[in-house]
């Protein structure tokens, strides 16, 4: 099984429909992040979480919020899907700062 | 605030040609610098990482990474490419010792496809 579990793993929904991807871990980390990929600019941060009780804001978090339930689990929602919303989304975690990070293995979505 | 450049968006060798990718970064400080690669249709994995210590770095797959300080450079090489390495190539810098939180910063990508 692997370490970073994300679903769905492909999602095509409406504009304006509210839809949640989650992310699952098993490595035991207590810093977990989301992350958005578009054809030529990388991956840009969402938003990530030290803990339970620790969310912050990434670069791009306009239009998403996350969901900390537990160490394990760590949740991205859109609150009202729009187009330029439909990109690649990958989960992350990490056992301490400026160490590797471990990837999901994505959530395409689509926003019609 | 802190950005990564690579300068080279798409790749194209033949097998068994000399692979190097580059990477700049703008952070002046200490950091931890990473290779992460993704192939097609899968997540993103770690190739290779420096942290401290010898600025040649040696990764899985034959890659290796040379940290230059004074060039604010980590690049990529390979010297004989495989048809397997086609694949998307990240360059990614963490300041990891600002305290608090430590972003890690990704470049653009560069997309390595080799022909047999």
């Known amino acids: 099984d692997a370490d970073v579990t994300q679903t769905p793993r492909n999602r095509i929904t409406k504009t304006g429909k509210r839809i949640m991807l989650e992310c699952s871990q098993t490595k035991g980390h207590d810093r977990m992040y989301w992350y958005r990929q578009d054809p030529g600019l990388g991956l840009r941060l969402i938003y990530y979480s030290f803990d339970v009780k620790d969310i912050n804001k990434g670069e791009i978090s306009d239009g998403y919020s996350v969901s900390r339930q537990a160490q394990a689990k760590f949740s991205l929602s859109l609150e009202s899907a729009i187009p330029n919303q439909t990109a690649l989304y990958f989960c992350?975690?990490?056992?301490?700062?400026?160490?590797?990070?471990?990837f999901g293995a994505g959530t395409r979505l689509s926003v019609l | 605030a802190q950005s990564v450049s690579q300068h080279n968006h798409h790749v194209i060798l033949s097998e068994a040609a000399s692979l190097e990718l580059g990477c700049n970064y703008s952070?002046?400080?200490?950091?931890?610098l990473f290779w992460y690669v993704q192939y097609p249709g899968q997540h993103l994995q770690l190739l290779l990482k420096?942290?401290?210590?010898?600025?040649l770095v040696k990764g899985i797959k034959g890659f290796e990474a040379e940290f230059i300080k004074s060039k604010f450079s980590f690049n990529l090489r390979k010297p004989s490419v495989q048809w397997s390495d086609t694949a998307e190539y990240f360059c990614?810098?963490?300041?990891?010792?600002?305290?608090?939180?430590?972003?890690?910063?990704f470049g653009a990508g560069t997309r390595l496809a080799v022909h047999p």
């Open positions: 952070y002046g400080g200490t950091v931890n």
């Open positions: 990614a810098v963490n300041d990891g010792f600002s305290g608090g939180y430590n972003k890690l910063i």
């Open positions: 992350a975690t990490s056992d301490s700062p400026g160490n590797i990070q471990y």
């Open positions: 420096y942290f401290s210590g010898d600025p």
